[in-house]
């Protein structure tokens, strides 16, 4: 007769009656056999999501908006280090993003006055996006490596908000 490994009940299907535990070819409770090999438990619940550092990573990826989900996702929001880069990515998103229009607009009064001068500052603008996207990969790359990157004046406010 098969034995629950468990909790060492008599079992007479695949599943232990009393605690609900697979049992599989019915091996005797002592365990204390060569032969005998506990069964490998399901992974809990929960368990089975990203790691901590990939978590950080990834509220990277979309800016603000994966800064956002990572901040209402359940079991990443608990997490410090997750809550770092998912704020600091908020605020590194909208600062790009309020410093690209404030950028476009002087772009815009330098075309009016001189198109060599507009086109000049087009062209600098190009490389101050370059220079962030840049930057964006090493922030991601550091967070993926559980480093953690604080940015000059946005980083101290990520780390208030943890």
């Known amino acids: 007769m098969p034995y629950c490994p468990k909790c060492g009940a008599a079992v007479s299907g695949n599943f232990c009656p009393q605690c ?10 002592s365990g204390s056999g060569p032969a005998y090999q506990p069964p490998t438990p399901p992974p809990a619940p929960g368990t089975t999501g990203l790691s901590e550092n990939a978590a950080a990573a990834l509220s990277y990826l979309l800016g603000f908006i994966t800064g956002i989900v990572f901040l209402a996702i359940a079991p990443y929001n608990q997490m410090r280090t997750v809550r ?22 002087v772009a815009m009064v330098f075309f009016a006055v001189s198109f060599w001068l507009g086109s000049l500052f087009s062209l600098l603008q190009a490389a101050l996006g370059l220079v962030v996207f840049l930057l964006w990969l090493y922030l991601m790359w550091k967070a993926y490596q559980g480093q953690k990157v604080v940015l000059p004046v946005i980083g101290p406010l990520a780390e208030k908000q943890t």
């Not at 704020?87 to 690209?100: E, K, N, R, T």
């Open 20 to 29: 609900g535990a697979l049992v599989a070819g019915g091996a005797p409770p």
């Open 84 to 105: 770092f880069h998912a704020f600091q990515s908020i605020f590194f998103s909208v600062g790009v993003f309020a410093l690209s229009i404030g950028l476009s607009i």
